[in-house]
């Protein structure tokens, strides 16, 4: 009678040892709060648009011996910089100060010797929104010859991004429908509707530029805005019809 026992015990085991094998896995592909899939499959889609507007970083980094010498002539040059930008067409709430310092400058003849006071550097830099993509090159051209010596950091943006990702969303769903098709009809099976949609992926690109020392006496700025490629991607879990 023991031996039988113990031969009923493990029996019951292996069962329970084989079920876990078999289920827990099953429960790991799915999520628990979506609904059972039969046919899962990722979309993906894309629009491709040209930028609305474009921002850039301008300014102006003086020396002079003194602070109020170094804030002075930055401020001089920093006027004839917004003047220019406004006679282009930018609107004074499209120019906004975005950095503004006034540091001692120090030199070190040797590196073991003691530092003595230089002058003092004044920056002033200011992030401008142009919305018309067209005039950049020419306000760039215009922003050198008023004396700005910190120009780019150039992005092209969008207005309203939203609205052309909303074309890639549905486009992200029409390519799962597709695929979903396929592999149901090569499976010989019937596609039944949509139990579940996931977003995976969905952003607009942004083109950007390092921000860079400018020069006088160059000729105007070569600049193209291009085209922006905005994407989306989806998982949708279909079932299949009976």
């Known amino acids: 009678m023991r031996a039988l026992h113990r031969r009923e015990i493990f029996a019951v085991l292996t069962v329970i040892a084989a079920w876990s094998v078999v289920v827990v896995p099953a429960r790991a592909q799915v999520p628990q709060s979506l609904p059972q899939a039969r046919i899962v499959v990722t979309g993906e889609g894309s629009v491709t648009v040209p930028p609305d507007y474009a921002q850039i970083r301008a300014g102006v980094t003086t020396r002079g011996k003194s602070a109020k010498e170094a804030l002075d002539a930055n401020s001089k040059l920093m006027t004839a910089v917004t003047a220019v930008l406004q006679n282009a067409g930018v609107e004074q709430k499209d120019i906004q100060t975005s950095r503004f310092s006034i540091e001692p400058v120090y030199t070190q003849q040797q590196s073991n010797s003691v530092r003595t006071l230089a002058g003092f550097e004044a920056v002033n830099q200011a992030v401008v929104t142009v919305r018309q993509i067209a005039k950049l090159g020419d306000i760039l051209d215009k922003l050198v010859s008023a004396g700005a010596t910190d120009i780019g950091?150039?992005?092209?943006?969008?207005?309203?991004?939203?609205?052309?990702?909303?074309?890639?969303?549905?486009?992200?769903?029409?390519d799962a429908r597709r695929k979903?098709?396929?592999?149901?009809?090569?499976?010989?099976?019937?596609?039944?509707?949509?139990?579940?949609?996931?977003?995976?992926?969905?952003?607009?690109?942004?083109?950007k530029g390092g921000l860079m020392r400018a020069a006088a006496g160059g000729m105007a700025a070569p600049i193209a805005a291009g085209e922006d490629t905005l994407r989306a991607s989806v998982t949708v879990g279909f079932d299949v019809a009976h």
């Open 153 to 174: 950091g150039i992005e092209f943006l969008h207005a309203d991004p939203a609205k052309a990702l909303d074309q890639a969303r549905a486009a992200a769903v029409a």
């Open 180 to 207: 979903a098709e396929l592999y149901a009809q090569t499976s010989g099976l019937s596609l039944g509707g949509v139990l579940w949609i996931t977003e995976d992926q969905a952003y607009a690109a942004v083109m």
